[in-house]
């Protein structure tokens, strides 16, 4: 059996920065990827001879962002696209009323307004909220003192509930009252002209990493611990780093041998793992504004498909990225390709009668990914932000666990992947490894392999 110092399971962003930093500290490093790529929930179709990013495409935030210096120091290209957080005001919004009408001025500065004074609630309701209230609970407790019109509140209340569709890929009513307080965003937000996926496999080129290989069971023993894999090796390691998505760890696919302790599983079963899933849809032509971010349609014309999302700059063809998340999220993903587009593309034309086809369609279905079981963690009721960090161990010196849903600081980001991973790096090591340091040797390998 092949003994490593490390081995690191899963190649998404978590991943690949740990792999990368103990590598670079010298350590022998293998890392075990069911898939058959590198980048996990960061995943790039180039198969149209343009980027689109299935996964994550936005950097929520590029203020104080140490992985907005990361891709800066990489000299990867962004485009600024400030609406990927459920924004109401800032960046150009066409908002579209009830009835599927275009809102006036008055209306859109009526309706940035409202949110904005039921929000100021929202935060005195969070704050007051008792252990086991929910995000609807404190919602309708706000709505109920902000003296709006029952058509106003209507409004704002579908808003609040596809925000936490967006943000957390739950249903409201199953979001904790505080599972938003991480939200807050810093600065412009960037998407990646080039695929948001360069980042990872950029990180992870030069690493071991063996692709298509699925870890089935994680013993761990008075030396540190065995990994097992379906295709019946096994590998030895001083320490393991598991960084496969919380849905994973849920669905229970890997075995942990002895089970992991309560400190660990608690927080597996305590936290939610949402479903956000993603519709694109190319155009022969431009139908909406030719400087509008967003397309939104409020109250009942946006019950379901509300959002759609310019991402032209992208391909430089007319594209519109529209989401189903939370339920909505859930259901689609039995639906046949052709049904979801029909059902969208309804939605669309409602606000839009002279919407054309789409000339291409891009569908995603995280939900029922076995490698993701979801698409990303939130704060389910009962469950508290400790739970995140709680989250990444170590059990018994040797067990650690990184990714998104083990960053409490703002969970369910490639920032929190990012961040799991330098700090299970550390752990580690023992020692501080500096960010700064870490994108040098990126780009001195690069320089290195080039010339
Ligand atoms: C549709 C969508 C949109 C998103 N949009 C954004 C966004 O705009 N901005 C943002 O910041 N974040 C966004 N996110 C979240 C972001 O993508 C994730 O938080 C981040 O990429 C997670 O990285 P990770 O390393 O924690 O996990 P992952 O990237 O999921 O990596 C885990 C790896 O483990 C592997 N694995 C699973 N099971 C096994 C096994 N048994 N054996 C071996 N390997 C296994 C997986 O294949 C995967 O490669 C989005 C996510 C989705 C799904």
Known sequence: ?????????????SGVTTARMLTDDGRRVLVLEARDRIGGRMHTDRSAGFPVDLGASWIHGIDDSPLWDLVQA???????????????????????????????DAATAQWISDVEQADRLLVQEIAASSSGDTYLDVTERALDRSGFTPQRIDEVREFFRHRVEEQCGAW????????????????????????????????????????DTAVTRVS??????????????????????????????????????????????????????GVFNKIFLQFPGRFWGE???????LGEAGEHWHSWY????????????????????RRMQDLSDDEIVADALG?????????????????????????????????????SHHDHD??????????????EATWGEEPATVGAAFYSGHRAAERVLGAAVDLAAFAERIRARERSTAS
């Open 74 to 104: 990489l000299d990867i290209p962004t485009v600024e696209c400030t609406v990927g957080s459920f924004q109401v005001g800032g960046r150009p919004i066409e908002n579209f009323t009830d009835d599927g009408a275009p809102m006036d």
């Open 220 to 273: 761990r023993t008075p030396d540190g611990a065995v990994v097992a894999t379906a295709h019946g090796e096994e590998y030895e390691a001083h320490s393991v780093v598991v960084t496969v998505p919380l849905g994973v760890l849920k669905a229970g696919t890997i075995e942990f041998v002895p089970a992991l302790p309560e400190e660990i599983a608690g927080p597996i079963d305590r936290l939610g793992m």
């Open 1 to 13: 059996m092949s003994t490593y110092d490390t081995i690191v399971i899963g190649a998404g962003m």
């Open 310 to 329: 310019d991402v032209s700059a992208i391909s430089g063809i007319p594209t519109l990225l529209t989401f189903a998340a939370g339920p909505l999220g």
């Open 172 to 211: 409201i009513g199953d979001l904790d009252a505080h599972g938003l307080d991480e939200d807050g965003i810093d600065g412009d937000e960037v998407i990646f002209p080039r695929g948001y996926d360069e980042l990872p496999r950029r990180i992870a080129a030069g690493l071991d990493v063996r692709l």
């Open 291 to 297: 400087d509008s971010y967003v397309l939104r349609a």
């Open 347 to 383: 939605a669309l034309r409602r606000l839009y009668p002279d919407a054309a086809e789409p000339t291409a369609q891009w569908i995603t279905r995280w939900g029922q990914n076995p490698f993701s079981v979801g698409s990303y963690s939130h704060l389910a009721v009962g469950s």
């Open 390 to 403: 709680e989250l990444a161990g170590p059990a018994d010196g040797v067990l650690h666990f990184a990714g």
